[in-house]
């Protein structure tokens, strides 16, 4: 089993900026790649970001590229994201998600654990 506790989100001005973090533990949560999704109200769960479990290999959303930026502590089993210039389309709830394998991945099916997300409102 792998728990995934998100911290971090909240109301933020656009243009602003939040950091989102993801805490995991459990005895297999070290070899795992580790995935951001969001979900907005009214729509599906989608993909944002993905890293790798050595964090050499990151993926984007295109939605995102160039505004957020993945990071993992491996030490402290935490992964890191930093949310800049914040629009109001980013509002949603925000679940970090451990996969399968230590390669990331786009696909919710590949992930095994999830956490009970966060939530982000990005006002106008």
């Known amino acids: 089993q792998v728990q995934l506790v998100e911290s971090g989100g909240g109301l933020v001005q656009a243009g602003g900026s939040l950091r989102l973090s993801c805490a995991a533990s459990?005895?297999?949560?070290?070899?795992?790649?580790t995935g951001w999704f969001r979900q907005a109200p009214g729509k599906e769960r989608e993909f944002v970001v993905g890293?790798?479990?050595?964090?050499?290999?990151?993926r984007y959303a295109d939605s995102v590229k160039g505004r957020f930026t993945i990071s993992r502590d491996n030490a402290k089993n935490t992964v890191f994201l930093q949310m800049n210039i914040l629009k109001p389309e980013d509002t949603a709830v925000y679940y970090c998600?451990?996969?399968?394998?230590?390669?990331?991945?786009?696909?919710?099916?590949?992930?095994?654990?999830w956490g009970q997300g966060t939530q982000v409102t990005v006002s106008s």
């Open positions: 459990g005895r297999t949560s070290g070899s795992r790649a």
């Open positions: 998600a451990a996969a399968g394998s230590q390669f990331t991945s786009i696909y919710l099916r590949d992930y095994d654990y």
């Open positions: 890293i790798s479990r050595s964090g050499s290999s990151t």
